[in-house]
């Protein structure tokens, strides 16, 4: 592991190098809850790829070595008769991915738009509900995190709460409710440091709510505690520093992994470290060890990505790190795809293969790649052709998606999840990326992803429909 102390400026939208500063040497509290009446969303229909419709529409309820294939190739799709709807909302699927955007009026501004350096504060997360709604979570203007439920129009209903949190970093949903998982603040005490300045100190909670929003328990997955604060030896906590996350599910427990900061003793002082973390929590809230969690796993780390594998009954997860400068498996160190500390080495997202293993999305200056692979080492590599910094890669209905910015918007592709081929035509999404923000996948076949919205006191929902 790295080490690492005090402060060190961040670079917008590039990789994370951390400075030591002690050594001169370069390397790379319980939640309030309150509400507040939302105002109506616009109401919108199926639109063709990237533009914005408006009109009436129903509200239901709520190995070894690289393989290289071309980024061309497409694989057939056997059109259906007619269009098909599935699931609770009815949503109708077709031959080509059919988009709709939704604006959101959430009645306040909006924390987080329009900065979007490694760590920055992330303004919005959407999760997918049994019922084929969704869970929209942002973050506020006044330190809070707002939760709120969509319907299957994706319009806003009900009475949003909120919830104690500087920083917002994902949210997931099961047939009761969910969790958040946000940043409040902490404490640092006094260290000493070995040198440098540091950040206040803080803490990384899940936070499990009901069906109507309200919180049930919290538990803090970093480990400060009265009498010990950031800068005491053997803190893990969370700083200014890389530190957002993710979280999955196993159906039962919800597992956090993100970036985190490490106090270690030097002497008579401390040498604060980052690398990442992973944490595994009960359906009643308790901590658990085991699980595929751990304390630390890659270091230095950015872009933690995790997901559920039913198949092997374990969470796989995969991080961009500075250790030999790759994409890679946490705890212990397994080489997914090797890269360049260049200040472009990103990695996107993390999905299951049709079949076995899994796809990464990730890019190395400027160029996105898709990696197929099992246990450590890809079998496949897919140079896709597109130009960005930050990919997103989700689940579609049998396929994935691969979702880039592209102009003011987002282009996006399908592919398939067995072989890697393209499927059909590019297309966009007429909403703005972010790079650090995630689609999330229905079981209907649908995706979905939070986007900026204009004004600032909304969000637009952009929905790529199921494919038949």
Known sequence: MESGTGRHRPRPRRGLLFAILAGAVAVTAAAGITTYAALSPSRT??????????????????????????????????????????GPCGRVASTSPK???????????????????????????????????????????????????????????????????????????DATGGVLLLTRRGTCHT???????????????????DNSGKQVWERQVTNLTGTRGGFDAGARFVWWYQHHGRLASDGKNYAAYFGVAITVQNGSCVDIHEGDRMQVVSPS??????????????????????????????????????????????????????????GTLFGGDLVLAKTKGYW?????GG???????????????????????????VTYGGRMLLAWASGSGLAAQVYDSA??????????IGVRDHDYLAFKAYADGSVAYPAVGSPSTSIRIARVLPMS
């Open 45 to 86: 229909t199926a639109a063709e790829p990237g533009t914005v419709a408006s009109g009436p529409a129903s509200a239901a309820p709520g190995g070894s070595g690289s393989a290289s294939v071309s980024a061309t190739a497409s694989a057939s799709v056997s059109p259906s008769a007619t269009p098909s709807a599935s």
């Open 99 to 173: 988009v709709t955007v939704t604006n959101v009026n959430v009645n306040m501004k909006v924390a987080g738009y329009g900065s979007e350096a490694d760590t920055d504060p992330l303004p919005m997360a959407i999760a997918a509900t049994p019922s084929g709604g969704s869970w929209l979570a942002w973050l506020g203007p006044n330190d809070k995190v707002y939760l709120g439920r969509l319907d299957c129009a994706d319009h806003l209903v009900g009475t949003p709460t909120s919830f104690t949190g500087i920083d917002l970093q994902d949210v997931q949903a």
């Open 191 to 209: 260290g000493p440091l070995c040198g440098g300045t540091a950040s206040p100190c803080n803490t990384m909670h899940m936070v499990r709510f």
């Open 285 to 342: 809230g308790a901590l658990l060890s085991g699980h595929d969690s751990f304390e630390v796993g890659c270091s230095h780390s950015w872009t933690t990505r995790i997901a559920w594998d039913a198949r092997t009954g374990h969470f796989a997860m995969v991080c961009a790190t500075d250790n030999d400068c790759r994409i890679a498996r946490p705890d212990p160190y397994r080489t997914v795809a090797s890269g360049t500390c260049d």
């Open 360 to 364: 990464t999305a990730w890019s190395q």
């Open 367 to 393: 160029q996105v790649r898709l990696e197929h692979f099992t246990t450590a080492a890809t079998d496949t590599t897919i140079r896709t052709g597109a130009s960005s910094s930050h990919p997103h890669l």
């Open 419 to 428: 072989t890697g081929k393209t499927v059909g035509a590019k297309f966009t």
